[in-house]
């Protein structure tokens, strides 16, 4: 007989678990289906994020960074040690772990909510119907009332600089080098390039960043941007923008890289060269020509605000579809979709998601720049407090970068929290809370902040808005 769901998910990355669960704990009967397979041939769910993605970097940047502070970072507080030495196995190892842990609970997770894990590839028929083929090559059909896609994204491939999973990798590759490259090139100065560059970089790599593009994360604010090239650049990383790769040969255990700057044509001779230039959504054989759904002129799966496609009951969530290409963006989009299933009025502000780049200092901002705001004519009040005058960034010797708040000049509203510093995720995180409910800069800096943390500087800075910080000279006057 043939089994049919309230909800088939197709894929197990945080936009579909996440739907999973939320479908399970709302009473709908829900399948989730997952093809993803581990280094010993299990399977292994929770996508990108946690296999090759989010946790595993950050498992790899906390390590290098520890190691980087144990080098350099330790004289200034009296700890004298006689040398510190790097185990890359050990470090990728407790990174596998960390993954193999984190993969496993999604499947317990599974199991404590009731969903049905299947493991196989799942392609959408017409007719609301889920073809699986599983791992032994059979092919079971399943029935839905609703549909969720989440078939997440896969790292873009340019044809000067060919994966070969050795000498150049992907992201999925850098992440598993189990020895320190000398030299370290990577395309792309983009989120996925600055972290994973970074955490080669403190172990003692040589990296250079080849950016086609002339400017230096333009999604930020130019102030952030500015400061974090400065900074970056001081730690070690040689970032070169305006250099787009024109080819590659690889020579036995190194690779020899072509590309175009100002000055014409460059070589440069890496050791490793990490392809990092974008992610593209993943719609190999998900859909049958019949089955209705369409894709955008990008790839993306075409759909609405509420993430419906053009078929009524199919949904997809998550890097498949437009927006960021974040795991909170796709966790938060599946916990909608399955929340319109049941009936509820659930919907996603997508001007407040968080961006973060996990260098050191972090990088993490919401809402808009002041250029964008600017561009549409908009009037701001801006107040900025640096980590330099934080008393508690003082005490960590973290004191790199700073808080800055734009407002609307005529209602005050915060229209944007952008932070480069330490523990800028978390701030930033604080700006949004504020946001979701329309905080006005005045707001923020009449609320008690503990004493002392970094979030004063969020307060700081929320209090200069007006002309009103108190540990700064104030450069707008009351
Ligand atoms: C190195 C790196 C670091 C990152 N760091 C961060 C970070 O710090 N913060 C952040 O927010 N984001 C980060 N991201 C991005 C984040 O991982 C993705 O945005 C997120 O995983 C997208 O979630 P998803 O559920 O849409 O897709 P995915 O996580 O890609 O999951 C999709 C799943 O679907 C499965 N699948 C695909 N097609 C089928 C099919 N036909 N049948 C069955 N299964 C299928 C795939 O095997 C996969 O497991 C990072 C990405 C990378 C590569």
Redesign the pocket.
Known sequence: MTQKFDVVV???????YVAAIKAAQLGLSTAC????TDKEGKLA?????L????I???ALLDSSWKFHEAQDGFAIHGIQHAGVTMDVPAMVGRKANIVKGLTSGVATLFKANGVTSIQ????LLAGKRVEVTKPDGSVEVIEAENVIL??????IDIPPAPVDQNVIVD??GA?EFQAVPKRLGVIGAG??GL??GSVWSRLGAQVTVLEALDTFLMAADTAVSKEALKTLTKQGLDIKLGARVTGSKVDGEEVVVTYTDANGEQTITFDKLIVAVG?RP?T???LATDCGVTLDERGFVHVDDHCATTVPGVYA????VRGM??????SEEGIMVVERIKGHKAQMNYDLIPS?I?THPEIAWVGKTEQALKAEGVEVNVGTFPFAASGRAMAANDTGGFVKVIADAKTDRVLGVHVIGPSAAELVQQGAIGMEFGTSAEDLGMMVFSHPTLSEALHEAALAVNGGAIHIANRKKR
């Open positions: 197709i894929g197990a990355g945080p936009g579909g289906i997952e093809k993803y769910l929770g996508g990108t994020c296999n090759v993605g989010c595993p970097s950050k196989g590839h799942g392609k989440a078939p997440g994204s896969r790292p992201s999925t992440l989120v996925i972290e994973l992610r993943v190999t054989d998900l969530i998550g890097d498949v290409m974040l795991a909170h963006k796709a973060v996990y």
